[in-house]
């Protein structure tokens, strides 16, 4: 092996360590801005977090599944109005929210148990009910694939329009 060589692989070990150093040096933490809100709490997951602490059978906690609810579970949950600390709207939006979206529907397939508040079998979900969460879950899938297309979409176009803009003057 020649100087040069040896030269060369100095300085690459030498960049190599250098590099490794910098990587496992703690990082300085960042501090929040002075001016920074406080964020706002989901008024969904406000209403959604009483449900899993006083019923936890019924709405359990991620990254437990989801289970199928009784029909008319709503009727069931406002007695609990006062025991649960929140509004007659703020739960109606946390089970509308709780019964949408695919754990939900993952949940609901035919002649699985429906629970009540407590965790008892309080009927089964039936065969047009499981295709119509098979059919929710197709749709919401459409549609989060649109949402990216469409997020990915935009940020393309500038790049675009860059590549071609300094295409033209080598073309001149």
Not at 21 to 26: G, L, M, Q, V
Not at 52 to 67: D, G, R, S, T, Y
Not at 95 to 108: D, E, H, K, L
Not at 124 to 130: D, N
Request: hydrophobic share 40%.
């Amino acid at each position: 092996m020649g100087f040069e060589q040896l030269a060369g692989l100095r300085d690459r070990l030498r960049a190599e360590k250098e590099q490794a150093k910098a990587e496992s040096a703690p990082r300085p933490k960042r501090k929040a801005a002075p001016q920074a809100k406080p964020r706002e709490q989901d008024p969904a997951v406000a209403a959604i977090w009483p449900l899993q602490k006083h019923f936890p059978l019924a709405f359990p906690v991620n990254p437990a599944p989801k289970v199928p609810l009784k029909e008319g579970i709503f009727k069931d949950a406002e007695q609990h109005l006062e025991l649960l600390g929140i509004t007659r709207e703020q739960l109606k939006l946390g089970i509308s929210t709780w019964c949408r979206g695919a754990r939900y529907w993952a949940s609901m397939v035919e002649d699985a148990p429906r629970l009540d508040l407590n965790g008892q079998p309080a009927g089964v979900v039936t065969a047009a009910q499981a295709l119509h969460a098979k059919q929710q879950a197709g749709r919401q899938r459409s549609q989060d694939r649109r949402n990216r297309a469409k997020a990915k979409a935009p940020a393309a176009a500038p790049v675009a329009e860059a590549t071609e803009a300094a295409a033209e003057p080598a073309a001149q």
